[in-house]
């Protein structure tokens, strides 16, 4: 089990960026894939963007393509999530998860087994 901590949140203007990162501790950490998760006031949760467990595939849902981009940086145990372009709808509370395994591919329908406790982004003038 993997314990992850988000943090990177906060208040931006429209247009604006911001880079959540999510935090892992545990040393299977290679062993999982991460997605950012999102879920807003009054709506379901979002699957934003994956990333497999070598770093070799990503995934990204058709609201945030060509916007945000995932990586992780293996020596530091972190994935970010990098945000431009940044609209109201993006507003929400941004969650990572892990799911282990080995895959070429990674999708945002996985069940993911462990959470972060979630980071606030709200994009308003």
């Known amino acids: 089990q993997l314990q992850l901590v988000e943090s990177g949140g906060g208040l931006v203007q429209p247009g604006g960026s911001l880079r959540l990162s999510c935090a892992a501790s545990g040393f299977t950490w290679r062993l999982y894939n991460i997605a950012w998760f999102r879920q807003a006031p009054g709506k379901e949760r979002e699957g934003v963007s994956c990333?497999?467990?070598?770093?070799?595939?990503?995934n990204y849902a058709d609201s945030v393509k060509g916007r945000f981009t995932i990586s992780r940086d293996f020596a530091k145990k972190t994935v970010y999530l990098q945000m431009n372009s940044l609209k109201p709808e993006d507003t929400a509370v941004y969650f990572c998860a892990a799911k282990s395994g080995v895959s070429s591919l990674c999708a945002l329908s996985w069940t993911y087994d462990d959470w972060g406790q979630g980071t606030q982004v709200t994009v308003s003038s």
């Open positions: 990333i497999t467990s070598s770093g070799g595939s990503t």
